[in-house]
């Protein structure tokens, strides 16, 4: 969903179908748990998870994801800036042949899978800048799933990470720049997930995407977000992995792994920002919505790492590829292991006062990259199984009443078979509570709405859920 400037009328299918926020200038956002104080919080992972992405996800393997990030790193430097020339790609050297090699693997999974996927390149020439010292030719490489309903295959959720690396210099391409962590853990990610989900049928459509020119500015990121604007796409969700090898340092936590999220966006108008901050919306943006999800579905596949939720668009000093969505109106959020070692990024190679530095593979936890691939594999699943979110859902304020009666519209693919409200304690990260109706499309709760914030979300027969939609004032 998109705050802020409203895109132009072929780009209203942003506004028209998001499923965090369909009322976003009148949002409301609604107060703390029950009349009881002391609620126990309730489990709201599903007790009967999908067993055909529960069996995809024990097909992701620690060993081809070590075979993807040894064959990353083989191609010495994949500065964005690097070799890309006929000789350097035959040679395998250099980020042209890192590129062609990512290419091949999504043609193999399409192979592998009848032609299933659809494998594309994004590619302009990025011009001079202060971490490009002349033209440079950027491409990212997609892999799409196209799903299989009509309606709900123009819902995108889209998984990436970016392939290039740097060193000490992001200028000097001649020293190696292995990046097994930092990313060549992420486009493992990627790679992963289109191997293991190609084998599955989806309503909605997935892409796996491998971007370059994140160390020089997420060129390759922003080029592909702009485009996708430019093309109405309907994405409604991005997971952006960065740095998920769980570097193998003292203070790493293999079982957590960080999940950020932005709050107010760069775009939001003034007028959005006071209603905002009068009614308390700033923990519901579209990306804050999606990070929630994420974290439940981790609950209901019972994944050996656990999503970290951090209220923040990224770290201090830091930025990626997400960014570039969230500055196009798309949710996305990042996944980043729980404690990170900067000797290992960012550096060149070398061993100073018994301190070893660079990003080398043999710090990299596969399992622990295997087991973050779990996590994404899953919400694509879900997130692309799910029926369409519930429309216009309003909560009435007609009067001055402690119930609470939220209303709306039927999803409109028609898959939905009932529906769940969901509802925290305004000062809760996460929801806390929920209950579910049938084919319905009213409910009144005995809950005071100005102490607690509400959501609806779809369900259709299998429990898959939509994300959640936060209701909008109606008088």
């Not at 990030?69 to 964005?80: A, D, G, M, N, P």
Request: proline share 5%.
């Amino acid at each position: 969903m998109h705050w802020g400037n409203q895109h132009e009328e072929k780009n209203l299918i942003f506004t028209k179908r998001s499923p965090t926020f369909l009322a976003i200038i009148t949002l409301w956002v609604v107060g703390s748990a029950l009349s009881a104080p002391a609620q126990q919080v309730q489990d709201l992972s599903s007790p009967n998870p999908d067993p055909k992405i529960r069996a995809a996800l024990q097909e992701i393997s620690p060993e081809q994801v070590r075979s993807d990030i040894e064959k990353l790193v083989s191609f010495q430097t994949r500065s964005t800036i690097s070799a890309q020339g006929a000789a350097s790609i035959a040679a395998g050297h250099g980020i042209g042949a890192a590129r062609e090699w990512i290419k091949g693997e999504f043609e193999r999974y399409s192979r592998d899978c009848g032609g299933c996927l659809e494998v594309k390149t994004d590619s302009y020439t990025q011009p001079v800048s202060e971490r490009v010292p002349s033209p440079v030719q950027i491409t990212s490489v997609y892999a799409v799933l196209k799903g299989t309903n009509a309606e709900d295959a123009k819902r995108i959720v889209l998984v990436t990470g970016h392939y290039d690396s740097r060193n000490s210099d992001t200028l000097d391409t001649r020293p190696v720049a292995p990046g097994a962590n930092d990313d060549a853990s992420g486009t493992a990610v990627s790679l992963e997930c289109a191997r293991v989900l190609s084998k599955l049928k989806f309503p909605g459509t997935i892409i796996f995407l491998a971007v370059p020119g994140e160390e020089q500015g997420l060129y390759g990121s922003k080029h592909f977000a702009e485009y996708a604007k430019s093309q109405g796409w309907d994405i409604e969700a991005v997971l952006n992995n960065d740095i998920v090898g769980g570097d193998k340092s003292t203070g790493q936590n293999p079982k957590v792994v960080r999940i950020f999220s932005e709050s107010i966006p760069d775009s939001i108008t003034q007028a959005q920002l006071r209603m905002i901050g009068a009614l308390g919306g700033e923990n519901d943006s579209p990306s804050r919505e999606l990070a929630r999800y994420i974290t439940q579905t981790a609950r209901t596949y019972k994944t050996e790492v656990a999503p970290l939720l951090e209220f923040r668009r990224d770290r201090f000093l830091r930025g990626g590829d997400h960014i570039s969505f969230n500055e196009e109106g798309f949710p996305a959020v990042r996944f980043t292991e729980y404690r990170e070692n900067f000797n290992r990024q960012h550096q060149n190679v070398r061993t100073e006062n018994g301190i070893e530095y660079g990003d080398l593979p043999k710090f990299v936890d596969y399992e622990y990259v295997a087991n973050v691939a779990r996590v994404n594999a899953a919400t694509l699943a879900e997130l692309a199984s799910a029926p369409l979110a519930p429309q216009k859902v309003r909560i009435e304020t007609k009067e001055l009443v402690n119930d609470s009666t939220l209303v709306w519209e039927s999803a409109a693919d028609g898959r939905a078979t009932g529906y769940e409200v969901l509802w925290r304690s305004t000062s809760a990260p996460d929801w806390e509570h929920s209950q579910s109706f049938g084919n319905v499309t009213r409910a009144t709760l005995p809950i005071s709405k100005d102490n607690v914030i509400f959501a609806v979300e779809s369900i259709d027969e299998a429990r898959h859920k939509s994300q959640p939609v936060v209701p909008a004032p109606e008088r």
